[in-house]
């Protein structure tokens, strides 16, 4: 009755399957790895928003630099804004997607070491591309600074590749060691994002938390491809079954058209 197993066709589809069910079972094991490393990092930034506040030079000092476990980590700095060299950082977009500049600006501290404070988004609203930005001015004097420490961008991670031929006082990633160079300073490794003091008029925009990766969806995804690999086998045998099914009614159905003889 499965004679028909060893068809060209029926050989075909079984190799196909057993081709389908192990490349199934191996995405689903892909996407539960994927889900436990998006897991892992969100633990992380939790963890590190969490953690109390403490002085950026317990986390970074010149030439450092910033660790996964440090990122995000909520830190203090008592200092006073330097404007006159601050720069902007090009192509950044707000919460609404609108295209503007990030305001850098290095903020020195007591002991002269200068950190990188990310003060927030403005709008590309100038008569080009190329001027530089009005920027609202920070509070003057000396300052309590809030914000969260981040690593220095690379193109490695942003893929980011063309920093030269640059406007005066524009950069397209935030790096301590450039800054350094830029600065004749000591820039503590790394940079701030401030959360503190909140703007005056709420410019510049301050930058929101990090969102949280969707790692839930990694699982479920991982559910539906074993599902898919356990489905694959019982298809087949629904399927063999079915086509049995039918030559055997074929083969009734030609016993009775022959005529009977007298």
Do not use: C
């Not at 630099?65 to 700095?77: G, H, L, M, N, P």
């Not at 990030?102 to 002991?111: E, G, R, Y």
């Not at 074993?226 to 009614?249: K, N, Q, T, Y």
């Amino acid at each position: 009755m499965y004679r028909f197993l060893l068809s060209r066709q029926w050989v075909i589809l079984t190799l196909v399957a057993l081709v389908l069910i192990p490349t199934m079972i191996r995405l689903g094991i892909w996407q539960m790895h994927r889900y436990e490393e998006r897991s892992a990092r969100n633990q992380l930034v939790a963890d590190a928003l969490g953690a109390k506040p403490v002085p950026v030079e317990k986390l970074t000092s010149p030439g450092h630099a910033v660790t996964t476990k440090e990122r995000y980590r909520t830190v203090t700095a008592v200092g006073r804004f330097d404007t006159e060299r601050e720069v902007v950082v090009r192509r950044r977009v707000n919460a609404d997607e609108e295209v503007g500049f990030h305001v850098l600006t290095p903020f020195v501290l007591a002991d002269g070491k200068v950190l990188l404070v990310n003060r927030g988004w403005i709008p590309a609203d100038g008569p080009s591309q190329t001027a530089f930005p009005k920027i609202p001015a920070p509070p003057s004097g000396r300052i309590t600074v809030t914000g969260r420490l981040m690593p220095d961008e690379t193109t490695e991670a942003s893929g980011i590749k063309d920093l030269k031929g640059l406007p005066d006082r524009q950069v397209m990633l935030i790096s301590s060691e450039e800054e350094a160079g830029r600065l004749h300073a000591r820039v503590l490794g790394g940079y701030v994002v401030q959360t503190a003091p909140e703007p005056k008029g709420d410019t510049p925009e301050l930058i929101g938390k990090p969102g949280e990766e969707n790692a839930p969806l990694n699982y479920a995804y991982a559910l539906q491809w074993w599902l898919f690999a356990a489905g694959v086998p019982v298809g087949w045998v629904i399927l063999a079954r079915r086509e049995a099914r039918d030559r055997a009614a074929g083969q009734e159905k030609a016993v009775e058209a022959e005529p009977v003889g007298v």
